[in-house]
Each structure stands twice: as structure tokens, then as C-alpha cells.
């Protein structure tokens, strides 16, 4: 029979409720964990554990970053298309002068630079 003695914990000898309270916290940090990074966590409460709260906090700061690139990746591809098309048009029917051109890339140049800047900078 297991004995519930601290110096057992974390070893084959170890009294099986040490084993069910560790498998129930990593259990509950992953749970956690994995709520941040699908968007579902509602920001209440905190992990037990000073470790583990920081770790919930750089996780969820990454996924803001990731989603914060994403979306900067999505409008720079918007005006890398329209820069394409845009040449692919011009090569084909000729239509703009250098004066013209000039302004329509000094145009696109706004748009992928209030991109970049994100919505609270955009007017």
C-alpha cells in the first residue's frame, strides 16, 4: 500500500491521489492554454501558479500578435494583387502615362502604409 509522504511525490512510489491531483492541474493549464489559443477563454480567473499565469499571459500576447500579422499579411496581399493586376492591365493595354502612374503607385503606397499602421491610425 502507498504511503502519503511529500518525499514519494513525483515518483513510481508516489500515493496514486499525487498522481490524480498532477494529472488534474496539467490537465486544467492545457484546457486553459488551449482556450487562449482558440479564442474562447473569457479572460476570468487566473492558473494556480505564477509560472503557469505567466505562461497563459505570453500565450495569449502571441496570439494577439499572430492575429494582429494576419491581418496585416491580409492587406498587404490585398495591395500586392491590385499592384499586379494593375500592371498586368497596363502592360497589356498601355493606358497610363508617367503622371498617371505616379500617382496610382503613390495611392497604392497609402493604402499598404495605413495597412501596416492598423485600423486605429487609418482615418
Do not use: C
Not at 495591395?79 to 503613390?106: C, K, P, S, T
Amino acid at each position: 500500500m502507498n504511503t502519503d509522504s511529500p518525499i514519494f511525490d513525483g515518483t513510481d512510489a508516489a500515493h496514486p491521489a499525487w498522481w490524480r491531483g498532477n494529472d488534474a492541474g496539467v490537465a486544467g493549464a492545457v484546457m486553459r492554454i488551449r482556450e487562449v489559443l482558440d479564442g474562447t477563454y473569457d479572460g476570468r480567473g487566473v492558473l494556480g501558479g505564477a509560472d503557469l499565469e505567466q505562461l497563459r499571459r505570453d500565450v495569449a500576447a502571441l496570439t494577439s500578435e499572430r492575429d494582429r500579422l494576419a491581418a496585416e499579411t491580409a492587406a498587404l496581399k490585398k495591395v500586392a494583387w491590385a499592384i499586379v493586376i494593375h500592371q498586368e492591365q497596363n502592360d497589356r493595354y498601355g493606358v497610363l502615362d508617367r503622371d498617371q502612374e505616379a500617382a496610382w503607385f503613390e495611392d497604392v503606397a497609402l493604402e499598404a502604409k495605413q495597412a501596416l499602421a492598423g485600423p486605429e491610425v487609418q482615418s
